[in-house]
């Protein structure tokens, strides 16, 4: 059974930093693309965050993240990261992790690329 579980989130003031984690279990992770996405109160969709390849060599960002957050992996201990820094109001969302199988170099940054979600943990940012 496939399972990934995040935490790390929380309330935080506009300006600080925070480093999601992701744990999963059930999958031979290191030949998975892993990604996060956040769904914010006010959208339906969950939109594309930051993602890493299965081996870590190449990132993608959205740009709106990009230069504030950094996304990376330990395939060893079968666990995502992704650190935030200087977190704004608009970063407030519930952010999961999910996993795309296969040895690709590209990242998608849409929903149904993905086969396995997490719940989510959620990140807070005040003004």
């Known amino acids: 059974q496939v399972q990934l579980v995040e935490f790390g989130g929380g309330l935080v003031q506009a300006g600080d930093s925070l480093r999601l984690s992701c744990a999963a279990s059930?999958?031979?992770?290191?030949?998975?693309?892993m990604a996060w996405f956040r769904q914010t109160t006010e959208k339906q969709q969950r939109d594309f965050v930051a993602?890493?390849?299965?081996?870590?060599?190449?990132?993608a960002y959205a740009p709106a993240v990009k230069g504030r957050f950094t996304i990376s992996r330990n395939n060893t201990e079968r666990m995502g990261y992704l650190r935030m820094s200087s977190l704004k109001p608009e970063d407030t969302a519930v952010y999961s992790c999910?996993?795309?199988?296969?040895?690709?170099?590209?990242?998608?940054?849409?929903?149904?690329?993905?086969?396995?979600w997490g719940q989510g943990t959620r990140v807070t940012v005040s003004k």
């Open positions: 999910v996993l795309r199988r296969g040895l690709m170099d590209d990242i998608p940054i849409t929903v149904h690329e993905y086969e396995y």
């Open positions: 059930g999958v031979p992770v290191s030949t998975y693309t």
């Open positions: 993602g890493i390849t299965w081996n870590g060599g190449r990132t």
